[in-house]
């Protein structure tokens, strides 16, 4: 052949890649709806509502599914699996991997599960479970702490569990979410509730009258940021329309669980209050975003949104539910408005704030639980009734999420300010039988340890910075002396580590060398200090910002404790 004779590569008789089956597009359509008649099941924004079909039918997510669903919308097979593989409750598949048994339990191995024992819990399962059957996996917090430790079998939370309980519910197939009792529609109305959103919608409650009424209650964000609710509305406000309301169900924090109780019990309570937020910035359309931890309550949120919507309360298609996938990361507004897109939920660069530019482009109100909720109870009792309830200083109301070692746990509603010492005696009954107080965590996994001696400490937002801590939503977790508070920082580490979103670099990468720094026999104090330092100063986030909190209140309050257990050096 002539050097200069060009070589004529064959042509391809298929595309690259994987085809698509067209038996298996046809029963995706089966499935979710077909999206030749109803184009909007292709909006990018529906797609982790699709992958929650394909995982709870199948039981994961294969390869050839995931490329029917990239078919069905209409985007690029990257994005899908992109966002498939992003969220921990989705078992993505490969071609030549083996689909996982056809049941999973999943012990939660966060802190206060930890605490009571979720470690040989899972190894006892784990000798004991037929892995032809049934698999075994840690999982974060499930928002149960109050009835540690925890497995879900199925969508099935069994409390306080152990070998005998958890064998039980799988004997008897008790893998459904549990029932919930809740205060339906009629009995809501018939005490008065939804008075103030009809009065808001008819005038004779302006705006500007209930906004100086949260101010004067001193009405705080209690997701955890307390920023003043009634200025977050103005700011929302203050940007051109359309605009979008979403709450943030998506409590993950080791140790919160307030917003759950709240939800079990009064979802009609909630739900003014968040009808009267999306009334009071004008929104287009209020978004639910909740944790995928809490199956029970997605019957009873659907089941409450229908009975509004049978009364006219609302039109059709206004509220909106969506499930999180178990990712911590959505717990960060932008994050979460990520996730609602459709997307992985990885957070924002900031400036433009979510108030400016949210969900869809547009300026959107993102407000927590129980924020919303005493909105309608604050108008019905007063500005002044609430205000009045605070303790040492502080204004208000609190819903304790309180788990460990106290005799009592549970959501404890007490007054903003009470003390550690005080709450644990007033509230949860004193310790746990055989147990000393040696520390807590006032503010859940990222907000820091506290010894003993600062439990005096008014709780509350803006009081605990300067102990190098904060409230947050006010996950109070007690440790006592037979705790190792080491392992304890070696658990909240780990956690971050699993949950970063990977963004980041200094999170990224931070969280996982600090946690290999723990695991060492003895600590490299200047390495941690340095660290800590490089991850709250460059992390996008507050999870990467928040970290090392645990780990900087030991080496802080805690240096005897770590001396004699020769972490670090004495003196």
């Known amino acids: 052949m002539r050097t200069d004779e060009k070589k004529v590569k064959p042509r391809r008789s298929a595309p690259r890649g994987r085809q698509l089956e067209p038996a298996v597009l046809s029963e995706l359509r089966d499935l979710i709806g077909d999206e030749r008649n109803d184009p909007s099941l292709r909006r990018r924004d529906r797609l982790i509502e699709h992958l929650h079909a394909l995982q709870d039918t199948y039981g994961h997510l294969s390869m050839p599914r995931l490329r029917a669903l990239a078919a069905f919308m209409n985007q690029p097979m990257a994005a899908i699996y992109e966002t498939a593989t992003f969220y921990a409750h989705f078992d993505v598949i490969h071609d030549e991997q083996t689909p996982p048994p056809a049941l999973t339990l999943r012990v939660c191995d966060s802190l206060s599960c930890r605490l009571a024992g979720a470690e040989a819990l899972h190894q006892a399962l784990s000798e004991g479970a037929d892995p032809e059957t049934v698999r075994v996996k840690r999982a974060p917090c499930m928002g149960r702490c109050d009835t540690a430790p925890v497995v879900a079998v199925g969508q099935h939370h069994v409390l306080n569990a152990n070998a005998e309980n958890v064998g039980a519910a799988l004997e008897q197939r008790q893998v459904q979410p549990e029932g919930v009792s809740w205060q339906r529609l ?21 705006l500007e009258s209930l906004e100086k009424e949260l101010e004067h209650a001193g009405l705080r964000g209690l997701g955890g940021a307390g920023f003043p609710t009634f200025r977050k509305w103005q700011a929302v406000r203050a940007e051109p329309g359309p605009r979008y309301a979403v709450i943030n169900a998506d409590e993950g924090e080791p140790g919160t669980f307030k917003d759950r109780y709240y939800l079990e019990r009064e979802p009609h309570g909630f739900l003014e209050g968040a009808l009267v937020s999306a009334w009071a910035v004008e929104a287009k359309a209020l978004y639910i975003y909740l944790r995928d ?27 909106i539910l969506r499930r999180g996938a178990g990712a911590y990361i959505c717990g960060e507004e932008s994050a979460l408005i990520e996730s609602l897109e459709g997307k992985p939920g990885k957070p924002r660069h900031r400036p433009p704030f979510v108030a400016q530019k949210g969900l869809f482009g547009q300026p959107t109100l993102v407000n927590n639980v129980e924020t919303v909720y005493w909105i309608p109870r604050i108008h019905a009792g007063g500005a002044d009734w609430f205000a009045s309830q605070g303790r040492h200083g502080r204004r208000g109301l609190r819903s304790f999420s309180v788990s460990g070692r106290v005799a009592r746990p549970g959501v404890h509603l007490a007054p903003a300010g009470i003390t550690l010492n005080e709450l644990i005696e007033e509230y949860c009954g004193g310790m746990a039988e055989g147990h000393r107080l040696l520390a807590y965590l006032p503010g859940g996994a990222s907000g820091g340890i506290l010894p003993a001696s600062k439990a005096d400490i008014p709780l509350d937002f803006d009081t605990l910075q300067e102990h190098g801590c904060f409230i947050g939503s006010a ?49 490299d104090e200047q390495t941690l200090q340095q660290l800590a330092r490089v991850m ?31 972490l670090i050096a004495k003196g």
């Open 186 to 206: 009629s009995d809501y109305r018939s005490a008065g509730g939804y008075q103030l959103l009809t009065d808001c919608r008819e005038g004779r409650v302006n």
């Open 475 to 523: 996950a109070v977790i007690v440790l006592s002396e037979q705790d190792d508070l080491a392992a304890a920082a070696r658990n909240l580490l780990s956690f971050f580590a699993d949950e970063s979103c990977g963004q980041c670099t200094p999170c990224r990468v931070g969280t996982e060398k600090m946690l290999t720094l723990l695991e060492r026999d003895t600590w």
């Open 536 to 566: 709250t100063d460059a992390s996008i986030c507050g999870l990467g910002q928040a970290a090392p909190n645990p780990v900087l209140s030991l080496l802080r309050d805690f240096r005897s404790e770590l001396a004699s257990s020769n």
């Open 293 to 319: 931890e809490y199956p029970g309550l997605q019957g009873v949120l659907k089941e409450a949104i229908a009975e509004l919507e049978a009364a006219a309360i609302v039109n059709p298609g206004f509220v």
